[in-house]
């Protein structure tokens, strides 16, 4: 496989974990410019690996496109490339990651698939119909926003339950109760945003006195796009 014309750019990976967007499930979109059929296809991954993946699996659906360009961004090592695949230089790969970015999404790979109709466009013309088929699968596709959150398990007796309840209805905009389990005591499992634990912890403790058992779990990220 030959990436001769792609482009890599590496930035040091930030150490704390902070919000990010990225879409749900693969989207696609396309457009018609000039008889040539561009179709954009966006697919969420992890790695590179999961991208070069995407890009060939496309490349096999359409062997006979005269053009595939793509263009992924990723989380790790906050990296982008993208790929012109024998277009002018600038015209097809960097619009797509520019709408990307634009965007705000990351951890994608984005897919131009290009069926020439016979009628130049033009340097500005092939800007123009890379950047409009990519912001198309964009709008079709569901964004969602991942935060950082701990899995958290809170333990009591049925008299602390009404204060407990109280102080997570109060945060409800950032967690999600996942399970309540009543026999005798009181169970609550949910998924809460690192941005809000530590004061919710403090309060939960101040306001029982102490007298539940909480146990919190490994950070990771989780979707609150629906809250």
Avoid at 138 to 147: D, F, G, K, L, S
Avoid at 160 to 171: D, E, I, M, R, T
Avoid at 180 to 185: E, M, P, S
């Amino acid at each position: 496989m030959d990436y001769i014309y792609s482009h890599v750019f590496f930035h040091q990976e930030r150490d704390v974990m902070t919000e990010y967007r990225t879409i749900v499930s693969p989207s696609s979109a396309t457009l018609l410019e000039k008889k040539s059929e561009f179709i954009a296809q966006l697919s969420p991954i992890q790695t590179q690996e999961e991208a070069l993946a995407f890009l060939e699996n496309i490349r096999r659906q359409h062997r006979k496109a005269r053009h595939n360009v793509y263009a992924y961004r990723l989380r790790k090592d906050n990296a982008s490339r993208y790929s012109d695949d024998g277009e002018p230089q600038g015209t097809a790969g960097i619009p797509i990651l520019d709408v990307l970015q634009k965007q705000g999404l990351t951890d994608i790979c984005c897919v131009v698939t290009r069926y020439f109709g016979g009628i130049l466009l033009g340097a500005n013309g092939l800007v123009r119909a890379y950047s409009h088929s990519t912001a198309m699968a964009v709008e079709n596709a569901r964004i969602c926003i991942m935060y950082p959150c701990y899995s958290v398990t809170i333990q009591m007796d049925y008299t602390q339950y009404g204060k407990v309840f109280y102080l997570l209805s109060k945060a409800n905009e950032d967690l999600e109760i996942q399970n309540t389990i009543f026999t005798d005591q009181v169970k609550i499992s949910l998924q809460i945003k690192e941005s809000t634990w530590q004061a919710l912890n403090h309060d939960l403790m101040e306001q029982t006195s102490g007298q539940i058992q909480i146990e919190t779990g490994a950070l990771k990220y989780v979707d609150f796009s629906e809250k």
